[in-house]
């Protein structure tokens, strides 16, 4: 939306008249007709500022920015002296401005690309005597992105040492989801409520530590794959 038009609409909003706004705002009906009806698209600072104040609305409003910080005063500074540059002083500005926004843009490209957002369960899966992992509670986290990362359905971190030296306790794994896993994967099970990391035996859970014994799956058992395990992530 066009400024002459935001004004328009948020006068008629706010039931002004353009004299109402005229009073409210101080701006001479010449310059303010001009303004309204398009013929004037490059008010001054201090006229949007008036305007904006009569209208009860922030300069971002008028200009259409949404979802943004507010100028600051700073920055409204900038655009008074700005204004006041001769051709040759808005070139040097506006060139050096270009030249730091493409490299500021560059860099956050560069970390972007770096950087992946993947889901991870609240929880911590067990490797050791077993946690309560049942439901889908998940929170975001940034990982370094790796092909692992990038095929990773989401993460959960490991809590325990049962499954050293293959995995250790607070490590992030990377995981793919699937309901079904082969014998001698490492997936994250949920066996009656409780969730593990450990290796598929057909029968069992197996850990990698041997003061551990595997866990028996039994008929009567609620077992539950998440997942399988698919490497370890690094935190960004």
């Known amino acids: 939306m066009f400024f002459n038009e935001f004004i328009n609409s948020r006068r008629k909003e706010l039931g002004m008249s353009?004299?109402?706004?005229?009073?409210?705002?101080?701006?001479?009906?010449?310059?303010?007709?001009?303004?309204?009806?398009?013929?004037?698209?490059?008010?001054?600072?201090?006229?949007?500022?008036?305007?904006?104040?009569?209208?009860?609305?922030?300069?971002?409003?008028?200009?259409?920015?949404?979802?943004?910080?507010a100028v600051t005063n700073a920055e409204l500074g900038m655009i008074k002296k700005h204004r006041a540059l001769d051709e040759y002083?808005?070139?040097?500005?506006?060139?050096?401005?270009?030249?730091?926004?493409?490299?500021?843009?560059?860099?956050?490209?560069?970390?972007?690309?770096?950087?992946?957002?993947?889901?991870?369960?609240?929880?911590?899966?067990?490797?050791?005597?077993g946690d309560y992992l049942d439901g889908e509670e998940y929170e975001k986290i940034a990982l370094v992105r790796t092909p692992e990362a990038e095929q990773a359905d989401f993460a959960v971190r490991v809590n325990g040492d049962s499954m050293e030296d293959t995995y250790f306790d607070d490590d992030i794994l990377l995981v793919e989801s699937t309901p079904h896993i082969n014998?001698?994967?490492?997936?994250?099970?949920?066996?009656?409520?409780?969730?593990?990391?450990?290796?598929?035996?057909?029968d069992r859970l197996i850990s990698h530590n041997d003061k551990y014994q595997d866990i028996l799956l039994h008929d009567y058992d609620m077992v539950f794959c998440s997942g399988r395990v698919i490497g370890v992530g690094e935190k960004a």
């Open 183 to 202: 014998v001698g994967d490492i997936g994250v099970f949920i066996v009656n409520g409780e969730g593990y990391v450990k290796e598929f035996g057909g």
């Open 18 to 69: 353009i004299d109402d706004l005229v009073r409210e705002s101080g701006v001479p009906k010449g310059t303010l007709s001009k303004i309204t009806s398009g013929i004037n698209t490059n008010p001054t600072l201090s006229t949007v500022e008036a305007i904006c104040k009569a209208l009860h609305c922030t300069l971002n409003d008028a200009i259409g920015i949404k979802d943004c910080k």
């Open 89 to 129: 002083g808005k070139k040097a500005v506006d060139d050096l401005l270009e030249t730091e926004y493409n490299r500021c843009l560059a860099l956050l490209t560069s970390v972007e690309q770096k950087v992946i957002i993947k889901k991870i369960a609240r929880l911590a899966a067990s490797a050791g005597t």
